[in-house]
């Protein structure tokens, strides 16, 4: 069984940073492609940046020179450094995973596994 848990949101000014951590037990974390996603009230949950291994990682646009998502294989942990944060960037933070060997992706349906969320809020 395969757990994750998030941690590192909370409530922040316009261009503050966070980072955000999710940490995974259960199985070899190297076996797993790693990703944030985040929802907003009433919206979707959408895609945010995924990192398989070693390195190769994809953002969305929103996060694109803002975000950098990493990952520490000794610590098996995930993080997600957000930088200029927006206000639009207020939602709940979700670490996920599915098998690296099936690839990189952005569809939340395509990852297996998921942590519980930790709200980022960003006033003006």
């Known amino acids: 069984q395969v757990q994750l848990v998030e941690s590192g949101g909370g409530s922040v000014q316009a261009g503050d940073s966070l980072r955000l951590s999710c940490v995974v037990s259960?199985?070899?974390?190297?076996?797993?492609?790693m990703a944030w996603f985040r929802q907003a009230p009433g919206l979707e949950r959408e895609f945010v940046a995924a990192?398989?291994?070693?390195?190769?990682?994809r953002y969305a646009d929103s996060a694109k020179g803002r975000f950098t998502i990493s990952r520490d294989n000794t610590k098996n942990t995930v993080y997600l450094q957000m930088n200029s944060l927006k206000p639009e960037d207020t939602a709940v933070y979700y670490c996920?995973?599915?098998?690296?060997?099936?690839?990189?992706?952005?569809?939340?349906?395509?990852?297996?596994?998921w942590g519980q969320g930790t709200q980022v809020t960003v006033s003006s």
């Open positions: 996920s995973a599915r098998l690296l060997s099936f690839g990189l992706a952005t569809r939340p349906s395509a990852y297996a596994y």
């Open positions: 259960g199985r070899t974390f190297n076996s797993y492609v």
């Open positions: 990192i398989s291994w070693p390195t190769t990682t």
